[in-house]
């Protein structure tokens, strides 16, 4: 079975960068399709990345794109997160997901593995 554990979470000013990590147990994590998601106070759990390997696709959050790069290193069983030109509304909890099927299920209940979220804080 699949487990997560992300890292890199911290405290950034606006305009800064800082980089996710997912590091996953299991031997089958390069054919899981890899999402993150992010959870800021009083909102819902809101799909921010996500992409498989097996079919070569990324999808993005529109209020990410061109800031955010999701990517694998299959050979270290982790999923990154790059988010440059960060701004206070990006803070939140980020989540790493993992699912068997692509595309993930629209839900995100529903996803299979989840890992216990790192904080993110942006300051203005």
């Known amino acids: 079975q699949v487990q997560l554990v992300e890292s890199g979470g911290g405290l950034v000013q606006a305009g800064g960068s800082l980089r996710l990590s997912c590091a996953a147990s299991g031997r089958t994590f390069s054919s899981y399709a890899k999402g993150w998601y992010r959870q800021a106070p009083g909102k819902e759990r809101e799909l921010v990345a996500a992409?498989?390997?097996?079919?070569?696709?990324?999808t993005y959050a529109d209020s990410v794109k061109g800031r955010f790069t999701i990517s694998t290193d299959n050979a270290k069983n982790t999923v990154y997160l790059q988010m440059n030109s960060l701004k206070p509304e990006d803070t939140a909890v980020y989540y790493c997901?993992?699912?068997?099927?692509?595309?993930?299920?629209?839900?995100?209940?529903?996803?299979?593995?989840w890992g216990q979220g790192t904080l993110v804080t942006v300051s203005s």
């Open positions: 997901a993992a699912h068997p099927t692509w595309p993930l299920p629209a839900e995100a209940r529903y996803l299979e593995v």
């Open positions: 992409s498989t390997w097996i079919f070569g696709r990324t």
